[in-house]
């Protein structure tokens, strides 16, 4: 069974940055896809970014190009998600997702963490 925990959420002022980190146990092959997405209160849950732990291909959400980055780390099982520039709108709960398709879409995910809270607030 594919787990996901994710860590490194808080409270930052804007402008500031933080690490988000998604580490995996159980992983199987045909889960290659790692995707990070975020859901605001009273808002529905939309993609962040997606990275491909094979080839290392990475696709960004237009809200957050530029400012976010993501990344892995093969040996440690872990994909991160630097934030950096960070603007209230930002706040969320952020969660990381395993999937087997490249893509920002909820659907193409099977597996979920548990989430992690993000406010950025001065």
């Known amino acids: 069974q594919l787990q996901l925990v994710e860590s490194g959420g808080g409270l930052v002022q804007p402008g500031g940055s933080l690490r988000l980190s998604c580490a995996a146990s159980g992983f199987t092959l045909d889960y290659a896809i790692i995707g990070w997405f975020r859901q605001a209160p009273g808002k529905e849950r939309v993609g962040v970014s997606w990275?491909?732990?094979?080839?290392?291909?990475?696709n960004y959400a237009d809200s957050v190009k530029g400012r976010f980055t993501i990344s892995r780390d093969n040996a440690k099982n872990t994909v991160y998600l630097q934030m950096n520039s960070l603007k209230p709108e930002d706040t969320a709960v952020y969660y990381c997702a395993a999937g087997r398709i490249g893509s920002l879409r909820l659907n193409s995910y099977d597996y979920w963490g548990q989430g992690t809270q993000v406010t950025v607030s001065s």
């Open positions: 990275l491909s732990t094979r080839g290392g291909n990475t």
